[in-house]
C-alpha cells in the first residue's frame, strides 16, 4: 500500500506482514459470508444494506453483492437516451424485470430526476444560469404532468406482486409533495376506472436533498411514508458547492459538521414520526460514515453493489453503543478535517 519494497526483510518484519496478510484473508471470509446474511450490528440491531443502481444488469450484481433491496433505482437513464419521453410500456417491462431479479426485496424507485445539467430534447428547457438550482426533479415533474403520470401509471402496474415503493426526488415543502401525491393518487383512480391490474398498497417517500426538506421533516412527515437521504444534493446545496466542479472539490465535504448536523436532525425528526429514514447517497457506502451514521440510528444504507461487503462487515464488527460514542465524538468537532482525522483513527481498529 505504501510503495515500499523491502529487500531481505528481518524475520520479525516477516511476521508483521504474514499477519496483516493473515487479517485481510479472514476478513476476506467473513466479507464473503456475510453477502447471504442480514445486516446487524455487533449487539444485533437490525440494518439494511441496499444497492444504488440504474439498470437491470445491476440489480443482478447488487444481489450477487448481497443487497438486501434496492433503496435507489434511478430512472434517468429512460429519460435520456431517446430523443423523444419512454413509452409507458418500456418502462413497465424495464421495472417489472428489476422488481423480479429482486424477489420480494424491497426496490425504491424514484421518479425522474432530469434537469438542465442533463436536458433531454424533448423538454422545453430554458438556458439556465445555475442548473442546480432551477428546472430540476419533482419541478419538472410537476409542470410536465403528462410525462410524470406516465411513469406512475408504469410503476404501479409492474409493481404487482412485489415490494415497490415511490420516491421523489428534490422535493422542499409540503406543498410540492402533496401535489405530487395527488397526482399518484389520480393515477390509482385512472387505472382502477379502466380496470387495469396494479399495485395498490406503494409506500410514497421523499429524498431528503434539500437543506429545506431537512430542516422540515416533522412537517413533511405527514404526507411521507418514509425518507432517503441524498447527501450528494444535500452537500452541495448546504455548503453551496458545486458537485461536479473540479475547482472547488476539495470543498464538498459530506462530513462537514453543518451536514452532519442535518443529517443527525433529519433523522431524528424522522424517528420521533415514526417514519423510516435511509440513506442513497455517496456517503452511506463510505467506510468512513458508516460508524457515525450507524450511531444516529439511520435504519438503511445504500450504495454501490461493490461497496456493499465491507459495509456488511464494518456494520458486523460494532456495536450500537460505541457507534453512538463514535457519533458523539463525531458531533463535539467543528471541522469536517477534525472529523475525518479523528474517524481514520478510529477505524483503524475495524478496517
Ligand atoms: C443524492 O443527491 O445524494 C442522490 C442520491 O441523488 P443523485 O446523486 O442522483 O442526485
Ligand atoms: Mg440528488
Same mark, same amino acid.
Given at each position: ?33 456475510? %453477502? ?42 429512460? *429519460? ?13 417491462? #424495464? ?24 436536458? +433531454?430534447? *424533448?423538454? &422545453? ?5 445555475? +442548473? ?7 419541478? #419538472? ?27 421523489? &426526488? ?12 395527488? #397526482? ?26 434539500? +437543506? ?24 452541495? *446545496? ?52 458508516? &460508524? ?12 454501490? &453493489? ?19 460514542? #463514535? ?14 482525522? *479523528? ?7 475495524? %478496517?
Amino acid at each position: 500500500k505504501e510503495g515500499v519494497l523491502i529487500v531481505a526483510p528481518a524475520n520479525q518484519t516477516v511476521e508483521i506482514f504474514q499477519g496483516r496478510k493473515q487479517q485481510r484473508e479472514s476478513r476476506m471470509q467473513v466479507m464473503k459470508a456475510s %453477502v447471504d446474511k442480514e445486516a446487524r450490528t455487533a449487539n444485533g440491531r437490525r440494518v439494511e444494506v441496499a444497492a444504488n443502481i440504474g439498470e437491470v444488469a445491476s440489480a443482478h450484481t447488487a444481489v450477487e453483492n448481497g443487497a438486501e433491496g434496492i433503496g435507489l433505482l434511478r430512472t434517468e437513464f429512460l *429519460y435520456l437516451e431517446d430523443a423523444q419521453p419512454p413509452s409507458e410500456e418500456k418502462q413497465f417491462r #424495464i421495472y417489472r424485470d428489476i422488481f423480479k431479479v429482486m424477489g420480494d426485496r424491497p426496490v425504491i424507485v424514484r421518479t425522474l430526476d432530469i434537469g438542465g445539467d442533463k436536458p +433531454p430534447s *424533448y423538454l &422545453p428547457f430554458p438556458n439556465e444560469m445555475n +442548473p442546480f438550482l432551477g428546472w430540476r426533479a419533482i419541478r #419538472i415533474s410537476l409542470d410536465e404532468p403528462e410525462l410524470f403520470k406516465k411513469q406512475i401509471r408504469a410503476i404501479l402496474r409492474a409493481a404487482m406482486g412485489h415490494n415497490a415503493r415511490i420516491m421523489f &426526488p428534490m422535493v422542499s415543502d409540503l406543498d410540492e409533495l402533496r401535489r405530487a401525491r395527488d #397526482i399518484v393518487d389520480t393515477v390509482k383512480r385512472d387505472l382502477a376506472l379502466a380496470s387495469v391490474e396494479f399495485a395498490f398498497d406503494v409506500p410514497v417517500g421523499i429524498m431528503v436533498e434539500t +437543506p429545506a426538506a431537512a430542516v422540515l421533516v416533522d412537517v413533511l412527515a405527514e404526507a411521507s411514508d418514509f425518507f432517503s437521504l441524498g447527501t450528494n444534493d444535500l452537500t452541495q *446545496y448546504t455548503l453551496a458547492v458545486d458537485r461536479g466542479n473540479a475547482k472547488v472539490a476539495n470543498l464538498f465535504q459530506p462530513l462537514h459538521p453543518a451536514v452532519l448536523r442535518l443529517i443527525k436532525q433529519t433523522i431524528d425528526a424522522a424517528h420521533a414520526n415514526g417514519k423510516w429514514v435511509g440513506m442513497c447517497g455517496e456517503l452511506a457506502g463510505m467506510t468512513k460514515a458508516i &460508524p457515525i451514521l450507524l450511531g444516529f440510528g439511520l435504519d438503511e444504507f445504500s450504495m454501490n &453493489p461493490r461497496a456493499i461487503p465491507e459495509a456488511k462487515y464494518l456494520i458486523g464488527q460494532l456495536t450500537d453503543e460505541r457507534a453512538r460514542e #463514535i457519533a458523539n465524538q463525531a458531533m463535539s468537532f467543528g471541522t469536517a478535517t477534525d472529523i475525518e482525522d *479523528y474517524i481514520k483513527g478510529t477505524l483503524a481498529l475495524y %478496517v
